[in-house]
């Protein structure tokens, strides 16, 4: 059972146009939420994270939106960028310090 | 401040063969972590270290696959007989202490495993 959907495999977006990736989860005892970005041939990078005690946060052009009745998170970058064209995963996690539940990724193109 | 190694980077072997993966974390870092990432999935996590110890090794399929810590600091993962749906790419990620807020993974460019 995959308790974290990413249901958008792909996206492409103009040039200085917001990109929203989205997110769904299923359990409810996920607390803490990430979004990692991942560059072809290199390791996941962490980008942004947001607790479940919040519903929102930011840091420069990227936004974390969670909304827990709905169980969905999205992440907003604005303005897009060709760098930002990568696949994005979310992750999920219940509790503090137990194991990341990914996502299947969601690849961003951004066009010049 | 260097990042988490991993060697080799990539792998080709036959099914039934066996293979190892090393990983020399971020300095300091105590939390250690093997995913497998199969093409078109995000990655999944096979086991994690606190130190020496294993937290969490609860998707490890322990019939073909083992993972070491043994000082605490560099981990192997070892797979014998390989199948065929082994075939993915290996992550190791690590974080100064349990996953969580404040205490971020990093990940390591990973070795992609082709088992023919």
């Known amino acids: 059972d995959q308790q974290v959907k990413q249901n958008s495999p792909s996206l492409s977006v103009q040039e200085g146009r917001i990109s929203i990736l989205n997110c769904d989860y299923t359990?409810?005892?996920?607390?803490?939420f990430l979004w990692y970005k991942k560059y072809p041939a290199e390791g996941p990078t962490f980008l942004i994270s947001i607790s479940s005690i919040k519903d929102k946060n930011e840091d420069g052009r990227f936004t974390v939106f969670l909304n827990k009745s709905a169980k969905h998170l999205s992440l907003h970058i604005v303005p897009s960028q060709p760098g930002d064209s990568a696949v994005y995963f979310c992750?999920?996690?219940?509790?503090?310090?137990?194991?990341?539940?990914f996502g299947g990724g969601t690849r961003l193109m951004v066009k010049p | 401040e260097a990042g988490v190694a991993q060697s080799p980077r990539y792998k080709i072997i036959e099914k039934r063969q066996s293979v190892a993966f090393w990983c020399n974390p971020i300095s300091g870092h105590a939390t250690l972590y093997w995913y497998q990432q199969i093409l078109g999935q995000g990655p999944k996590l096979l086991i994690q270290?606190?130190?020496?110890?294993?937290?969490?090794d609860s998707q490890l399929p322990k019939d073909r696959f083992s993972a070491e810590r043994l000082k605490g600091v560099d981990s192997t993962l070892k797979i014998q007989p390989a199948k065929l749906e082994d075939s993915a790419v290996y992550l190791c990620?690590?974080?100064?202490?349990?996953?969580?807020?404040?205490?971020?993974?990093?990940f390591g460019p990973g070795t992609r495993l082709t088992v023919t």
């Open positions: 990620a690590s974080s100064f202490g349990l996953a969580g807020i404040g205490y971020e993974q990093y």
């Open positions: 270290f606190q130190n020496n110890g294993v937290v969490d």
């Open positions: 359990n409810s005892m996920f607390d803490y």
């Open positions: 992750a999920a996690s219940a509790m503090a310090g137990n194991m990341l539940t």
